[in-house]
């Protein structure tokens, strides 16, 4: 049983991978400056031998997309499996980044490092990841406040702090410049991968990187948090001490993607939830999958909102609307189900 388990976790992993190749391949030819895959292709071997014809396409290919269908894969990589990090050290299915308000107390960090004129990605992450990791402190404080818990206290803490630092955000562009920081600042909070270069994909990879080698590495430390206090104990494995790590760990990666991108909600919920249908609950494979599947997804809908219309749309109000529904069919799929 574990091994066919384990044969179907590895086999739904490798045909992700194939699939994101494929999609993200597809990006690098769709939008509105049309290229043929052949075209992408003879671009790519005229980067190899240095002789370029055409200037206009090799830019939009080099320059545009590929950064963008990078950060995507980052990004998307980050949220996941943050969230299934913290869906297993919470023991709860519908546990996110964004859920926690770890997203929110991020963007709080970036709009307010807006407001003082902080524009650069290395200026405002430490803004970012100190909101991130308040928000998450605050959330998981006021969670435990009542000793008799409920497995949704986590949860509506998280939106309790999530609201109030979306109000804190509200107020900054309240009274940011209308003119220069308040345009900036309303859109970047849609999310949105327009305007990537190389130096927000290095930025990127550096600490999502870090963070993912982290939980990576942790995963079956998440396996025994999961099954609660009183195992990990028995276990040898200091609860407190490893979640702690992990949080940090899930609020960097957090912290750089609202960095680099906005808030783009919902990916650290279902994309977790779908692996663990599809694939298994064991992080052993779950972070794994969840990591494949997240960059998968997110270069997806980005594809999509780069194609579907005229004018692009914020690739938050895209998970939205897709995330809501598989949120709604988590919640609800089994009665009297334990989440």
């Not at 391949?25 to 190899?48: A, D």
């Not at 902080?118 to 998981?140: K, Q």
């Amino acid at each position: 049983m574990i091994v066919r388990e384990e044969k179907r976790a590895l086999t739904i992993i490798f045909i992700s991978i194939i699939l994101l190749v494929l999609v993200s391949f597809i990006s690098l030819f769709l939008g509105r400056y049309s290229l043929s895959p052949l075209q992408v292709i003879k671009i790519i071997n005229e980067k190899m031998t240095g002789v370029i014809t055409n200037k206009t396409a090799y830019k939009v290919v080099w320059d545009i997309r590929l950064p963008r269908v990078f950060l995507n894969i980052l990004v998307g990589a980050g949220l996941a499996a943050s969230g299934a990090a913290f869906q297993g050290i919470f023991q709860n299915r519908l546990v996110s980044p964004d859920i926690l308000g770890v997203s929110n107390g991020a963007g709080f960090g970036v709009a307010l490092a807006m407001l003082l004129g902080s524009t650069l990605p290395f200026g405002v992450a430490p803004m970012a990841f100190v909101g991130g990791i308040v928000s998450v402190l605050i959330t998981y404080s006021i969670s435990k406040i009542k000793k008799d818990q409920s497995t949704l206290a986590l949860v509506l803490s998280g939106i309790v702090v999530a609201s109030f630092f979306s109000a804190l955000i509200s107020l900054i562009k309240l009274v940011a410049d209308t003119e220069s920081v308040l345009p900036s600042i309303t859109y970047w909070l849609m999310g949105s991968f327009a305007n990537v270069g190389y130096d927000k994909v290095v930025f990127a990879l550096l600490f999502i990187g870090i963070g993912l080698l982290v939980l990576v590495l942790m995963r079956w430390k998440i396996n025994v948090l999961s099954m609660g206090d009183e195992e990990a104990y028995t276990l040898g494995i200091n609860p407190q001490k490893n979640r702690i790590i992990i949080i940090i760990a899930c609020t960097i990666i957090s912290a750089t993607c609202v960095t680099v991108s906005g808030i783009i909600g919902w990916i650290g919920m279902i994309m977790p939830n779908i692996c663990r249908e599809c694939v298994t609950a064991n992080n052993k494979h779950l972070l794994p999958a969840s990591i494949v599947l997240g960059s998968l997804f997110m270069v997806t809908v980005d594809l999509i909102a780069r194609c579907a219309t005229a004018a692009e749309i914020p690739i938050g109000i895209l998970t939205a609307i897709i995330g809501a529904p598989i949120f709604v069919f988590v919640f609800f799929k089994r009665e009297g189900e334990k989440i």
